[in-house]
């Protein structure tokens, strides 16, 4: 049963955006796990989407900070836990589609069985898209190319735990 | 063992432990290093993202390690990494090894087909060692083998093309893909064995016996290599065990490059 307070904490929560993504909230990610009140202190434990991602101690900050806005907390620390493992399918179905606007295609809910994926494009949706590579400008990302509508464009790295 | 404080009162699990992360986290901090001066000089546009990439999640898998020894109470992860002298770290020599003659910023004559090889090689020894920590007695690195194993299977695809690509690719690639392997090999059982207190590691039940892993290690190169009528020579440890802390002057110069910054605030924040 969630209480109010979790409820205004989680409110706090969707304004904080992925540094790298701005349309796309930490919630909308998946990365929040659980959020513990004691009185006036408010932890939240996160799940890192990658571990090298240079954006993850912006995040953590500005969780913080957006969670002390709140008039009744007076402490607020994130931590990292790694279990369970941030996985892409934890992106809700919201986020999916603040992606698809950011240009960025959704990760693929089902990658075939020898571990190939393929996403459609963001831009005019056509399923004739290429992968150009698998790794991108974040540890995230990956670059695709559309040849209907001729654009490059970026995928979410799809990760889960049967690799 | 579930939390730092039942290793605090386990002496001797403690002193396993401990070993282990250290040779973990220094094998990935200084590879990664090594990877890092590729940046702008890889062959191809594509491939400075993808190695880029690899290096930034490597060196992330180092921080993991490196908190983990925090939680320990080792010292703050930051000085663990760039603090300690070179006779204090346990990577492997073969990871310490230059890219090749020159300086990433003046002349470099680095060899890509040793980058290949030596990255191929490492990132399927590391997911044997991976998937075996994934049932490791210390509770905290089991789950951090989970986490590290989904950007594995990216690492291990990549190098795995590549060395595939260019081993049966015409010209001068498959000689000097050879030239490698063989290079490689002479030091690559510092990469596998888990040094000096190899029982005690396995005792505990940190990560399986290091033979046993040797052998996975060897088995599943075997698939790359027969197909392709490559030769896998028996790997050796000519340099010396860099688990033991012994090392070489490559070391101390990727040392002073890459703790830099560091020393010239130690208590700064990052």
């Known amino acids: 049963m969630m209480t109010t307070y979790e409820q205004s904490v989680r409110e706090m929560l969707a304004e904080v955006k992925d540094p790298e993504i701005d349309s796309v909230s930490v919630l909308d990610l998946g990365m929040i796990e659980k959020i513990i009140i004691t009185d006036n202190a ?4 996160m799940l890192p989407t990658f571990m090298g991602c240079p954006a993850l101690e912006i ?22 836990i790694y279990h369970p493992p941030w996985t892409s399918d934890r992106i809700t179905a919201k986020g999916r589609e603040r992606l698809k606007e950011f240009g960025i295609a959704p990760p693929p809910t089902q990658p075939g069985p020898d571990g190939e994926w393929h996403v459609d494009c963001p831009y005019c949706q056509s399923t004739y898209t290429t992968m150009d590579n698998i790794f991108g400008p974040t540890a995230c ?9 001729k654009n490059p464009f970026e995928a979410m790295k799809p990760v889960s735990t049967i690799m | 063992m579930k939390s730092p404080q039942e290793v605090n009162a386990d002496p001797a699990y403690k002193q396993a432990l401990t070993e282990l992360l250290y040779q973990l986290a220094d094998d990935d901090f200084v590879l990664a290093f090594r990877g890092s001066e590729w940046l702008g000089l890889a062959p191809h546009i594509e491939e400075d993202v993808a190695f880029s990439s690899i290096n930034q999640d490597t060196m992330g898998h180092a921080a993991m390690y490196y908190q983990l020894l925090e939680d320990l109470g080792e010292g703050k992860a930051d000085d663990l990494a760039h603090g300690r002298k070179a006779f204090e770290r346990k990577n492997a020599i073969l990871l310490e090894e230059v890219n090749g003659p020159g300086h990433y910023l003046k002349e470099p004559y680095y060899d890509w087909a040793f980058a290949v090889v030596r990255h191929y090689f490492y990132a399927q020894a590391k997911k044997v060692k991976i998937d075996s920590l994934k049932n490791s007695s210390y509770e905290p690195l089991a789950q951090a083998a989970v986490k590290i194993n989904m950007e594995l299977y990216y690492h291990l695809l990549h190098w795995k093309t590549w060395f595939t690509q260019l081993a049966s690719a015409k010209g001068e690639a498959p000689e000097r893909m050879k030239k490698a392997v063989v290079k490689v090999c002479q030091d690559f059982a510092g990469v596998l064995t888990l040094g000096p207190k190899a029982d005690e590691i396995a005792g505990f039940h940190l990560i399986e016996d290091e033979n046993q892993l040797k052998q996975r ?53 990052w």
């Not at chain 2, 688990?243 to 560091?262: K, M, P, Q």
Request: glycine share 4%; charged share 30%; proline share 3%.
């Open chain 1, 141 to 149: 990302r990956s670059i695709l190319y559309c040849k209907h509508c």
């Open chain 2, 217 to 269: 290690w060897v088995n599943e190169m075997e698939k790359v290599f027969s197909p392709s009528g490559l030769q896998l020579p028996e790997v050796e440890m000519v340099r010396g065990d860099g688990r033991n802390g012994i090392h070489t002057t490559d070391l101390d110069t990727a040392l002073e490059t890459l703790s830099e910054v560091y020393r010239q605030d130690p208590a700064a924040s």
């Open chain 1, 42 to 45: 408010v932890q939240v434990e």
């Open chain 1, 59 to 80: 995040i953590k900050k500005n969780v913080e900070t957006k969670v002390l806005e709140l008039e009744w907390v007076e402490h607020a620390e994130v931590t990292f």
